[in-house]
């Protein structure tokens, strides 16, 4: 009996390090995606500024459509000449990953 009570004891603790470790590890995936959209996002805002791509679309508008891409959400964008600075949200179990980028042309 006290063999089963034991075995019973670490079977539970094993899946709860289990889950435990399963949302750390969907977090850090989150974080790098958020992190990805953000870089995605600022680089297509960055290029629509610049005219590299050609389009009547604001660049803010890009960086949404791009975040969204990449399964996350523009909080936040600015263009300030050929230099677009975004901040994107990406969700997971509740948990909220954001990410900063920046990107221009070299030397700004």
Known sequence: MAGTA???GVLTLAATLSLGLAAVGGAAVTAQRAAGAADAAALA???AASGAVPTV??????AARVAAASGAELVACAVDGLVATVQVRAMYAGLRAVSRARAGPPGT
């Not at 679309?57 to 890009?62: N, S």
């Open 6 to 8: 034991l075995a019973a």
């Open 45 to 47: 805002a960055a290029d």
């Open 57 to 62: 679309d604001d660049p803010c508008a890009i």
